[in-house]
């Protein structure tokens, strides 16, 4: 079964530092990873999706990597904002025996960015 | 706006009620997904549609009733919950449901009391 693990579970940094959220999956037969983030009482944003033969997509001030083989990925935050805070979210995309498409989410990594 | 809608946002409800959750997605899309949030876990994948027909029900209880009238619409419908099920209820949609990106609407949040 796939897990995913998101570390830190929260972090706070002050504003205009650079940061970096990581995301670990058991199983490395993946098709695709998203990043996504969450405010808080609201739904999903897509933030940055990447194919399981990429290695990195690019976004403004964000930037995300894929290294399949380690089971890892990592979103950098550069020059961060007091509007980053949120929840981000990573999730792994695994195909279900039937023809859904099933993602499986870490638990959060919790950024709040201080003025 | 991610172009899915959910209504109502808040719901109270006591374990006898029954009452229904709405999904209406305005992209054109062709699948749609029932997740729930609760708290301090990962989201979890409830139900997916594709083109009306269900075709995962990930081990959910018949408490939880999904229902798909059309490839625009997805509804839950509650009943005799149980308070463990307040969460926040995500619903997403996305364009095929293979491997699509897919894209979430704001969340119902559900309490029982």
């Known amino acids: 079964k796939q897990e995913v693990t998101q570390i830190p579970a929260a972090l706070s940094v002050p504003e205009g530092e650079n940061l970096v959220l990581n995301c670990s999956f058991t199983d490395s037969a993946i098709y695709n990873l998203q990043w996504f983030r969450q405010d808080p009482g609201k739904g999903l944003t897509s933030l940055l999706l990447?194919?399981?033969?990429?290695r990195e997509q690019t976004s403004g001030r964000l930037n995300a990597s894929l290294d399949k083989s380690s089971g890892r990925s990592t979103l950098y935050i550069a020059a961060s904002q007091p509007g980053d805070s949120a929840t981000y979210l990573c999730?792994?995309?695994?195909?279900?025996?039937?023809?859904?498409?099933?993602?499986?989410f870490g638990e959060g990594t919790q950024l709040t960015v201080n003025p | 706006e991610t172009g899915v809608t959910q209504t109502p946002r808040h719901l109270v409800m006591g374990m006898t009620n029954k009452k229904s959750l709405k999904c209406e997605q305005h992209?054109?899309?062709?699948?749609m997904y029932w997740y729930k949030q609760s708290a301090k876990k990962p989201l979890e994948l409830m139900f997916v549609?594709?083109?009306?027909?269900?075709?995962e029900n990930n081990s959910v209880p018949s408490r939880f009733s999904p229902e798909c009238p059309n490839s625009s619409h997805l509804f839950l419908h509650l009943h005799t919950l149980q308070p463990e099920d307040s969460a926040l209820y995500l619903c997403?949609?996305?364009?095929?449901?293979?491997?699509?990106?897919?894209?979430f609407g704001p969340g119902t949040r559900l309490t029982v009391l």
């Open positions: 999730a792994v995309i695994i195909v279900g025996e039937t023809s859904g498409s099933r993602l499986t």
């Open positions: 549609y594709n083109f009306k027909e269900q075709t």
């Open positions: 990447i194919q399981s033969s990429q």
């Open positions: 992209l054109g899309h062709n699948a």
């Open positions: 997403a949609s996305s364009q095929g449901a293979r491997l699509a990106r897919q894209f």
